[in-house]
């Protein structure tokens, strides 16, 4: 038996962040009619954000908070839990999207953290956040001369980054196949995302705002002027709504037209003994992305857990399934096991415990954008493309703003104003998302027509490469 298949023997798929006893009760589904001054639909982070956010700047606001399932169980659940300073999917993308504010979105990037950051502390949510900052690695040789490059990007707009050799690099972690790094080390780091959701929540119900879960919204029509949301068991009116579903995109058919959902997996050791640790090196616990073009990303947890995640894949079954059956088996997770063992060969002695895959809101931007609907009373904010742990905060700030109509300079912006490129419907997007992520599974090994169909998507406004 090889590694993969021998330590993936005894995995529970289920990811390691909601298996936890401190998740809280879930709160009484909404059955009958309510009203509420705002609306939000959505209790992942967007929506969390939103509701404490609308609350703490208007307390004599009336909010109500909807969840179609369980808080964090969604797309929050499952995330990676690196936090970032980046508002717009990393510098490059920043660079490539908006090159002439990308001073300013670097700027509103670490004044998010220093709120995300101000907001644990006054709400006293522990959310296991270890600030350790954020490690790019690269892969080989070739990605040298394009990290060091990253690295002088992020020292120019205010970051204090740092280039490491490859020599200097194994101070920080060690691996046969990482050949340099940038440690970019302010404000960013890894928090444990349930516990973050969780946290949110008490401190979203502590300000008064209304939550239910089990509460999905089925449709939204005008009654008498103000929107009128009807749930499985009752319904809402509302004078705003902010639409905070993110990959899931309910609210209104025409947000798909410019987000596609695809999904990321990710797998969990059992905690890492002191010996093993020793191996590895990662005393300063960054949060880390390698440069292989279907990228890995990992971290430490609090009980010296490692998870390591990657494997982008797509499915489409007409339904917003969040565990597809396809995931809960060990077929899907081989291959990211085994990039797990060529990047750390020395932890051939590992067992994983947890094994799970979650949805991501791709667009062609690669970042937050909002769509306006019902005359701009409803708002749908996210489009994070697997930066939302931290990102959904300021998407959540700024589609506020765009809702209640407030005199914000960043509604001036490129990023608030313009809106990502559309994406071809059913079955064209499911055959473009296969191609696309066989090229990227392949590419670094095979090449050929991998990257000349990776150069023509990029084309089309993804920034794949």
């Known amino acids: 038996m090889n590694f993969a298949s021998k330590a993936l023997r005894d995995v529970t798929f289920f990811p390691l962040w909601l298996d936890h006893p401190d998740a809280p009760n879930v709160e009484p589904q909404l059955i009958g009619h309510a009203s509420a001054d705002l609306l939000i639909v959505g209790g992942g982070f967007t929506g969390l954000w939103a509701a404490i956010l609308a609350k703490e700047a208007q307390p004599e606001r009336d909010v109500m908070l909807i969840e179609a399932g369980k808080v964090a169980y969604g797309a929050s659940g499952r995330p990676g839990g690196v936090v970032s300073t980046s508002i717009m999917h990393g510098l490059r993308n920043a660079e490539r999207l908006f090159p002439e504010d990308i001073a300013e979105l670097e700027r509103l990037g670490q004044e998010n953290l220093r709120g995300f950051r101000d907001t644990l502390s006054r709400h006293k949510i522990d959310a296991e956040e270890c600030w350790g900052g954020e490690l790019t690695v690269a892969v080989g040789d070739r990605h040298v001369d394009d990290l060091r490059a990253e690295c002088d990007l992020h020292n120019k707009y205010g970051h204090k980054a740092e280039f490491l050799d490859a020599e200097a690099l194994k101070s920080q972690i060690i691996s046969p196949i990482f050949s340099a790094g940038c440690w970019n080390r302010d404000l960013s780091g890894t928090v444990h995302p349930a516990r973050l959701a969780w946290g949110l929540k008490h401190a979203a119900r502590a300000l ?26 009752g319904s809402i009116k509302a004078r705003k709504i902010l639409l905070a579903t993110n990959a899931f995109a309910a609210g209104d058919r025409r947000i798909k037209s410019r987000v596609v959902g695809i999904r990321d997996r990710i797998i969990a050791t059992q905690p890492l003994t002191d010996e093993q640790l020793d191996r590895i090196g990662w005393r300063n616990r960054q949060g880390i992305y390698d440069t292989r073009t279907q990228l890995n990303y990992m971290r430490l947890t609090r009980d010296n857990r490692m998870t390591f995640g990657g494997r982008l894949t797509y499915y489409y079954d007409g339904t917003s399934n969040t565990d597809p059956a396809g995931e809960r088996v060990v077929q899907p997770y081989l291959r990211l096991a085994e990039a797990f063992h060529r990047t750390f060969p020395q932890l051939d002695d590992v067992q994983f415990t947890h094994a799970w895959s979650g949805p991501i809101a791709l667009t062609t931007r690669m970042a937050v954008h909002f769509q306006s609907y019902q005359d701009g009373d409803m708002i749908w904010a996210g489009g994070y493309s697997g930066f939302g742990v931290s990102t959904s905060r300021f998407g959540a700030r700024v589609g506020l703003a765009k809702l209640d109509q407030e005199d914000l300079p960043e509604l001036n912006m490129s990023f608030a104003t313009s809106m990502p490129g559309r994406i071809p419907p059913e079955p064209l997007r499911w055959l473009g998302a296969k191609i696309t992520l066989h090229a990227l599974d392949t590419a670094d090994e095979k090449g050929g027509w991998r990257h000349t169909w990776l150069r023509l998507v990029e084309a089309m406004g993804f920034p794949l490469t």
């Not at 029509?221 to 009807?230: A, T």
């Open 208 to 233: 008064g705002v209304r939550l239910h879960e089990m509460t999905p919204m089925q449709s939204v029509e005008r009654d008498k002027g103000i929107l009128k949301v009807m749930t499985h068991d």
